[in-house]
């Protein structure tokens, strides 16, 4: 079985510590979640496993959002998530590296509007590992998105993170029966 792990949504506007929507902030800096993900995806990195980074952005003028989000109406008013501003740029002390493929999500789902299921097609790639933030919004969304389009999926609860502890914690309940909810120590023991 063919395995990547997904990185979701770390970037400043989103877990920054001055970013426009980051409520996530407390939560990732207390889980420490940028150093966690450092592990996993070097580990990834060593294993032939596909590292893929996935972050929300959009257009300037905002014509690329969905427009019946209040979610991302609200970003529009507040000029959040321009892919042009530095809101959306990798958190700092994030290892991207740039073999890694990364993808532009223009929704919730790290799916939506981009080439990430043809990648993986294409790259005959049949488990997802899936981390980051939020586990309410993008992780919730993307296991349950990435379940119906037949892949295997594992969401690595330590390497996610939502406003507080408590929401992360119903999320990862959530996904049950979806998802296999599994931890960076299990990751790092796979072949």
């Known amino acids: 079985m063919s395995q990547a792990l ?3 949504d770390l970037i400043e506007e989103i ?17 420490n979640i940028v150093e966690k993900t450092n592990q996993a995806a070097n580990f990834a990195r060593s294993h032939n ?12 003028d905002y014509q690329d959002i969905p427009t019946g ?8 008013q507040i000029g959040a998530l321009k892919l042009s501003g530095n809101g959306c740029n990798w958190v ?3 290892e991207v ?9 223009k929704g919730v789902s790290a799916f939506k509007g981009n080439k990430l299921n043809k990648w993986l097609i294409d790259n005959q790639i049949s488990h997802l590992y899936l981390a980051g933030v939020s586990s309410l919004m993008a992780i919730q969304s993307s296991a349950r998105q990435a379940h119906d389009l037949g892949y295997y999926v594992s969401v690595l609860d330590d390497l996610c993170a939502a406003a507080t502890l408590e929401l992360h914690e119903q999320s990862m ?15 790092m023991q796979i072949k």
């Open 6 to 8: 997904i990185i979701i």
């Open 15 to 31: 877990i920054g510590k001055n970013g426009l929507s980051n409520s996530s902030y407390q939560q990732v800096l207390t889980r």
């Open 49 to 60: 496993i596909p590292v893929i980074w996935v972050k929300v952005g959009f257009a300037d």
């Open 69 to 76: 989000s209040p979610m991302f109406q609200r970003a529009k």
């Open 92 to 94: 700092h002390d994030l």
């Open 97 to 105: 590296h740039f073999r890694d493929p990364v993808m532009i999500k």
């Open 173 to 187: 309940q959530a996904l049950q029966g979806m998802a296999t909810i599994s931890s960076l120590k299990e990751f």
